[in-house]
């Protein structure tokens, strides 16, 4: 790879990360608008926000996710962990209203 060509997949490669980011903070807001439907469901079920049982399937299911793509499972399960913790935040906002 000479100069002019690395430079031109730096650029390419750049552009792509920020149309994923793009694509990522679209998911995140998408995940956190169904803590509004999940929130008025555990009112009604009489659950509380915080859901133990459920945060260790879903952190269990990242650490398989992690190791078959080959991910980092620390640092999957650090940006599981804020989005969680954004859900359960977002969840306690709704019923507060």
Not at 58 to 75: L, P
Not at 83 to 94: N, R
């Amino acid at each position: 790879m000479d100069r002019a060509e690395a430079l031109k997949r730096l650029e390419s490669s750049r552009k792509r990360i920020d149309e994923l980011d793009e694509d990522i903070i679209q998911l995140i807001k998408e995940r956190t608008s169904l803590a509004g439907d999940i929130a008025r469901a555990k009112k009604v079920l009489e659950m509380d926000i915080h859901d133990p049982e459920r945060e260790e399937y879903i952190h269990h299911k990242i650490r398989e996710i992690a190791n078959k793509q080959e991910i980092n499972k620390d640092s999957l399960t650090q940006i599981i962990k804020i989005l969680t913790d954004l859900s359960k935040e977002e969840q306690e906002k709704i019923l507060r209203r």
